[in-house]
């Protein structure tokens, strides 16, 4: 794939997808988000610690839909199998972000400049 519509990095290190989220299916998330890798113009990566460990389980979604510059969307706290389909269905059909979705978002870090 060249250029994807949205890139999402799901991180996977030392606190998301880790047993610090004991109630959490992590590879059902992972799997989950990783169906939408390759399809409609959607690349998934697993990536390493994003630093915002205290917001694990984060997501980071990189949308370059709108121009030259992509914009990032932090999501933060995505721990239960509600929170993940609603952010496989909003990458899925893209858009404004749900409102459900809206307590999840966070602003970026040094890496989302
Ligand atoms: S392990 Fe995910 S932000 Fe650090």
Redesign the pocket.
Known sequence: MSRPDRDVML?R????GTDKHPRTDHDGQRDALLAMDGVAGVRVRVVD?????DR?N?VLVRDFTGGRRPVDTWLGGVLDPRATERVVDWVSEGGELPRELEPHRFGQNRRGR
């Open positions: 991180c290190d030392c606190c998301c610690c994003l630093d915002q460990c694990s984060v």
